[in-house]
């Protein structure tokens, strides 16, 4: 799959898929393989452009699952989507899992440690020569809440994805095949989600198409708030997303990761619409 550049009227929709017994807001729904691969069939007849499998959760404070159980996970899976014909990404921090996948027929490796977690995954992308996303990241979850501390946020997220595209392009992986996401939610707090929203034209002037990661996170959660500051549980949640998603689309952003596709394209169809004085594309 080639990294197609971001065009405003047309930014793409990566479903969720987690193959996990502990994510945050699909946890243990999809562990069971038909039940798995049913959703990804689904996903992709709302609209997904791409179907994100993940095999580890990366919730705040989770502990690491073993190389072979996140393989057992989501290579079927990514296996029998894929010769559906449905594209699909592998959520990965492993370059053992991301060449077994990329083998299976992966299209895309979506790794939230931007490289870092594993030594051997650039060398393993530029064999593959898969697209990767590159996303902002300063941890395992386990410890990842202590590691939200900066002085400027959108400067050091900035200057650290950098780094992580510099390592990319030395191992040998192409400059078309990288994509960048800020990584909400991930060592970051609220304020900082905030942020890296408010200025997201600063990753998008980096040279890489960028991706959006917001969907029925913590930082919606307070927004959407109780009057006795009770923060709105993640099921309720997508309309906060839809929006995150309509307003990353019109700034320039390639592609927005969602749990709720059948919203998010609804959303991004008016996004465009506006856009393009009402005539549809895409
Ligand atoms: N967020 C999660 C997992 N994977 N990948 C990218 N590229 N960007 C993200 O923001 C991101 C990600 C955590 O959310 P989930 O547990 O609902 O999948």
Same mark, same amino acid.
């Given at each position: 799959?080639?990294?197609?550049?971001?065009?405003?009227?047309?930014?793409?929709?990566?479903?969720?898929?987690?193959?996990?017994?502990?994510?945050?807001?699909?946890?243990?729904?999809?562990?069971?393989?038909? /039940?798995?691969?049913?959703?990804?069939?689904?996903?992709?007849?709302?609209?997904?452009?791409?179907?994100?499998?993940?095999?580890?959760?990366?919730?705040?404070?989770?502990?690491?699952?073993?190389?072979?159980?996140?393989?057992?996970?989501?290579?079927?899976?990514?296996?029998?989507? /894929?010769?559906?014909?449905?594209?699909?990404?592998?959520?990965?921090?492993? !370059?053992?899992?991301?060449?077994?996948?990329?083998?299976?027929?992966?299209?895309?490796?979506?790794?939230?440690?931007?490289?870092? $977690?594993?030594?051997?995954?650039?060398? *393993?992308?530029?064999?593959?020569?898969?697209?990767?996303?590159?996303?902002?990241?300063?941890?395992?979850?386990?410890?990842?809440?202590?590691? *939200?501390?900066?002085?400027?946020?959108?400067?050091?997220?900035? /200057?650290?994805?950098?780094?992580?595209?510099?390592?990319?392009?030395?191992?040998?992986?192409?400059?078309?095949?990288?994509?960048?996401?800020?990584?909400?939610?991930? *060592?970051?707090?609220?304020?900082?989600?905030?942020?890296?929203?408010?200025?997201?034209?600063?990753?998008?002037?980096?040279?890489?198409?960028?991706?959006?990661?917001?969907?029925?996170?913590?930082?919606?959660?307070?927004?959407?708030?109780?009057?006795?500051?009770?923060?709105?549980?993640?099921?309720?949640?997508?309309? !906060?997303?839809?929006?995150?998603?309509?307003?990353? $689309?019109?700034?320039?952003?390639?592609?927005?990761?969602?749990?709720?596709?059948?919203?998010?394209?609804? *959303?991004?169809?008016?996004? /465009?619409?506006?856009?393009?004085?009402?005539?549809?594309?895409?």
């Amino acid at each position: 799959m080639s990294v197609q550049p971001p065009e405003p009227s047309r930014c793409r929709v990566m479903g969720i898929l987690n193959v996990t017994p502990d994510s945050f807001s699909d946890g243990g729904r999809y562990l069971d393989h038909a /039940a798995a691969v049913a959703h990804g069939l689904r996903l992709r007849e709302q609209g997904a452009d791409i179907v994100d499998v993940g095999g580890e959760s990366t919730r705040p404070g989770s502990e690491r699952v073993d190389a072979a159980t996140e393989s057992e996970r989501v290579l079927p899976v990514v296996r029998e989507l /894929a010769e559906a014909g449905v594209p699909v990404s592998v959520d990965t921090t492993r !370059a053992e899992v991301a060449a077994a996948t990329a083998r299976a027929g992966a299209a895309m490796i979506n790794d939230v440690s931007g490289g870092l $977690a594993d030594p051997e995954m650039a060398g *393993a992308i530029a064999d593959s020569g898969l697209p990767w996303i590159l996303m902002h990241w300063r941890g395992h979850s386990r410890d990842m809440n202590s590691l *939200a501390v900066y002085e400027d946020v959108v400067g050091e997220v900035r /200057a650290e994805l950098s780094g992580r595209v510099e390592a990319a392009l030395a191992a040998g992986v192409p400059e078309g095949s990288i994509l960048l996401d800020p990584g909400l939610g991930f *060592a970051k707090k609220a304020e900082h989600d905030w942020l890296l929203l408010r200025r997201l034209d600063t990753f998008l002037g980096m040279g890489f198409p960028v991706l959006v990661g917001a969907s029925r996170k913590r930082f919606l959660g307070s927004v959407l708030s109780d009057s006795d500051g009770t923060p709105r549980p993640a099921a309720g949640r997508d309309v !906060a997303t839809a929006a995150i998603s309509t307003l990353a $689309a019109d700034r320039g952003a390639w592609g927005v990761r969602v749990h709720d596709v059948s919203g998010t394209t609804d *959303a991004l169809k008016v996004a /465009a619409a506006w856009r393009n004085g009402g005539e549809i594309r895409g």
